[in-house]
């Protein structure tokens, strides 16, 4: 997924990021150190963490974001820790929540698996 194809589905607080207009400093392999700068002083570098960090591998635009390298984030999308149940997963344990975007649920397969089953359940029982 190139960058602009990326950027048609990004957040809107993106428009607020320090690093508007500077994609030569956080695309610079030579120097990460100054576009880790930007991100540092950055009024939406935990709403850009969290975005980029639920974004699959092969998702990832590259360069300096949310004041980690492409390489680093890479060592990091591993694994996530579930929402309902609190144990950390591979991440293709989550299911794809929007396809235009590939952001993945924060509830694992097997707690989704559970819950629909809790509901039919309870379907059957109030029918019956």
Do not use: F
């Not at 991440?91 to 235009?100: D, F, G, H, L, P």
């Not at 649920?105 to 379907?123: I, L, M, N």
């Amino acid at each position: 997924m190139t960058v602009s194809q990326l950027l048609r589905h990004a957040p809107e607080w993106l428009s607020r990021g320090a690093c508007g207009g500077q994609s030569k400093l956080m695309y610079d392999e030579s120097r990460p150190e100054m576009a880790r700068a930007v991100c540092y002083g950055c009024p939406v570098l935990d709403d850009c963490r969290a975005w980029v960090t639920a974004l699959s591998p092969d998702q990832d635009p590259g360069g300096v974001i949310a004041a980690t390298t492409e390489k680093e984030r890479a060592g990091l999308a591993g694994t996530k820790v579930c929402s309902s149940c609190g144990v950390e997963q591979v991440v293709t344990e989550y299911a794809v929540r929007n396809s235009r975007t590939g952001l993945r649920r924060a509830t694992c397969k097997g707690c989704v698996h559970a819950q629909k089953c809790a509901r039919q359940t309870t379907q059957r029982r109030v029918a019956a």
